[in-house]
């Protein structure tokens, strides 16, 4: 069982940043893949980013390519969303996931999901 809790989120003005943290329980953290999804509101959840658990590869949306940066600490079982440049339309709640071993885009496949952290983005 892994139990994930997320901070960071807030309210921040067109094209400023914010920096994530999602914090997980566990001692087998380095084995797990770890992503980022939001949900906006009457919309589904959709992927953001993901990064693997051995080569710690990073893949992104197309949609925050070059604006975010997923990263991980395994010393601190902690997994990071640095986001740039944001837009009215980041404003979501944003959530961490993990699951064993590999990476994927489909939010069913993750096992473990904090609680969400809201961003509001103001223009």
């Known amino acids: 069982q892994v139990h994930m809790v997320e901070s960071g989120g807030g309210l921040v003005q067109a094209g400023g940043s914010l920096r994530l943290s999602c914090a997980a329980s566990?001692?087998?953290?380095?084995?797990?893949?770890l992503a980022w999804f939001c949900q906006a509101p009457g919309k589904e959840r959709e992927f953001l980013a993901a990064?693997?658990?051995?080569?710690?590869?990073?893949y992104y949306a197309d949609s925050v390519k070059g604006r975010f940066t997923i990263s991980r600490d395994n010393a601190k079982n902690t997994v990071y969303l640095q986001m740039n440049s944001l837009e009215p339309d980041d404003t979501a709640v944003y959530y961490c996931t993990a699951r064993l071993y590999y990476v994927s885009r489909s939010e069913d496949k993750y096992n473990y999901w904090g609680q969400g952290t809201q961003v509001t983005v103001s223009s």
């Open positions: 990064i693997a658990s051995i080569s710690e590869t990073t």
């Open positions: 566990g001692r087998t953290f380095s084995s797990y893949a």
